[in-house]
């Protein structure tokens, strides 16, 4: 089962500083926890690829067929052989719970909300720490996972994360032409693969650049 802090979910809730809702309030998250858990589909998908700098007159990285000029994600994967490209979804059932309450309770939408940004956080946490075992098995060390849209990789780059996976075959996860995910509560991200030893990359916000984003844990 996806652990949900809730702590974090008060957190996206608004509560700072050591603040936490009322009874009343809390007694509604469990509620629409229950609903969540019922409702929502956790699935994912993984690909294990190599990684190659592109020359010094043409500087990006080579990834499959994909050529990704990016400074922020050329720095993130900085002596990385290889990389897994990731996307996991938590269906459908989210988004429909979230549609219903914005019609009848807003209140519930926004707590719904709240549960669903915390539990596809927590399932990639729980995928990155597998991975992350996994590789000290081999002697490499995993990189914080970078997404499309931190720094200056381009948002538009999960066209192709999600051809490669075949994520919407396999998973049911789609664009739409605005370069929203469908389901809404997913993330795609490439994942480095390094024998250099790294730090705790628990806490991915650490490496986020967007240090004004409402969601920065730390």
Request: hydrophobic residues 40%; positive net charge; proline residues 6%.
């Amino acid at each position: 089962m996806i652990p949900i802090r809730q702590d974090q979910v008060w957190r996206y809730l608004g509560y700072k500083g050591g603040a936490r809702p009322d009874a009343q309030v809390q007694e509604k998250i469990a509620a629409c926890e229950e609903k969540l858990r019922e409702a929502a589909d956790p699935r994912h998908l993984l690909m294990r690829l190599p990684v190659r700098q592109g020359e010094n007159h043409f500087p990006c990285l080579l990834i499959a067929d994909m050529q990704i000029a990016s400074k922020d994600l050329r720095k993130n994967l900085q002596g990385c052989g290889e990389v897994y490209l990731l996307a996991a979804t938590l269906g459908p059932g989210p988004d429909l719970l979230i549609r219903r309450a914005s019609a009848q309770r807003m209140s519930d939408a926004v707590i719904y909300q709240a549960l669903c940004a915390e539990m596809i956080e927590s399932c990639c946490d729980q995928i990155c720490a597998r991975l992350r075992r996994q590789a000290a098995e081999e002697g490499l060390y995993l990189k914080p996972r970078f997404s499309p849209g931190y720094g200056d990789l381009p948002l538009d780059l999960q066209k192709d994360l999600l051809r490669i996976l075949d994520a919407p075959k396999k998973i049911g996860l789609t664009l739409t032409d605005s370069l929203l995910m469908m389901p809404s509560k997913s993330v795609t991200a490439l994942i480095g693969l390094t024998k250099e030893m790294q730090p705790d990359h628990e806490k991915e916000c650490a490496v986020c650049p967007k240090t004004d984003c409402a969601f920065r844990r730390i």
